[in-house]
């Protein structure tokens, strides 16, 4: 569960991007953290795993590039790691915290149940910016897509047992999260494992990014989207019926009165009405990142 916001606090933004297309994608999304980490006041820490060199050293390197006011990367090696009260410091220390992963459940089973999971979640309570990128962000979700069973092609959409959902970070618990690394499929097979999810769930929000798109998730419970692809929302509250109960049967599942948004750069989403809003008329350009950017991802 989310932490508890302290008297006198907000709670941070969460943002979530989907894997970056190129370098001037890359430099787009990043620079919504950044902006949301403080910009040139930013104290930002990474978390990778070790098997995330490249793309956090391509991180670490934009981020120097804008004159931040200081980098840390703190690799997760193992859980022993995680367990390190003296990392607690980087974390109170800085004011956004970025995660560098590929595969959430490698991450939750590094740091779940640990002093830096704690920390994680007090720090965002406090009004730090914590964000993922690409498919390791649905870690920082309560509810996580921790795989797919099997391999879904010439499979029905709604095949039973697609999906293994297991415990994430906690972060958010409105939530779950799907993130396709291949770009193309999010219509289809992130569709597919989001309205199973819903079916589980329908408490849940489902939202899946294309490639180059992010959200940003405030304490208002108003979830913004961003960067140049769409975003699928998915939103089960209205569900009249569905018959994933009854899971010893071959045909897929079925669900009715379920609300799908496709939401592009600028639109907004309530977590708690649950209403879609235009994004609203401005003059600032929607990026001010140059065009081109020395850092390779």
Not at 18 to 29: D, I, K, M, R
Not at 98 to 109: K, R, W
Not at 240 to 251: I, L, M, N, P, Q
């Amino acid at each position: 569960m989310p932490a508890l916001v302290p008297p006198g606090f907000t709670r941070g933004p969460i943002l979530f991007t989907g894997p970056h297309l190129n370098e001037q994608s890359a430099a787009t999304l990043l620079q919504r953290f950044w902006d949301e980490a403080g910009s040139y006041g930013a104290r930002i820490l990474i978390l990778p795993t070790a098997t995330n060199t490249e793309a956090t050293d391509a991180c670490a390197d934009l981020f120097r590039s804008w004159e931040t006011e200081w980098i840390q990367i703190l690799t997760v090696q193992n859980r022993a790691s995680a367990q390190d009260l003296r990392h607690q410091e980087l974390i109170d220390a800085a004011t956004a915290i970025l995660v560098i992963e590929d595969n959430p459940l490698h991450f939750t089973s590094l740091v779940g149940g640990t002093p830096m999971a704690q920390a994680l979640r007090r720090a965002n309570a406090r009004g730090k910016v914590i964000g993922g990128v690409g498919r390791g962000a649905a870690a920082l979700c309560q509810h996580m897509i921790a795989f797919e069973r099997g391999n879904s092609a010439g499979l029905p959409l709604l095949q039973r047992r697609l999906i293994q959902l297991a415990p994430g970070l906690g972060l958010i618990n409105r939530i779950v999260l799907d993130i396709d690394l291949v770009a193309g499929n999010v219509a289809h097979a992130g569709l597919g494992r989001l309205l199973s999810a819903i079916a589980y769930n329908p408490f849940l929000i489902g939202v899946s990014l294309e490639s180059g798109t992010g959200v940003v998730i405030y304490s208002d419970n108003t979830l913004e989207v961003f960067g140049a692809g769409s975003a699928l929302v998915i939103d089960g509250a209205g569900m009249s019926f569905t018959d994933v109960h009854d899971y010893e049967r071959a045909e897929p599942i079925s669900l009715l009165g379920v609300h799908l948004h496709g939401l592009a750069h600028g639109y907004t989403f309530n977590l708690e009405a649950r209403t879609v809003c235009p994004p609203v008329a401005s003059d600032i350009p929607a990026s001010s990142v140059p065009a081109q950017s020395k850092s390779s991802f």
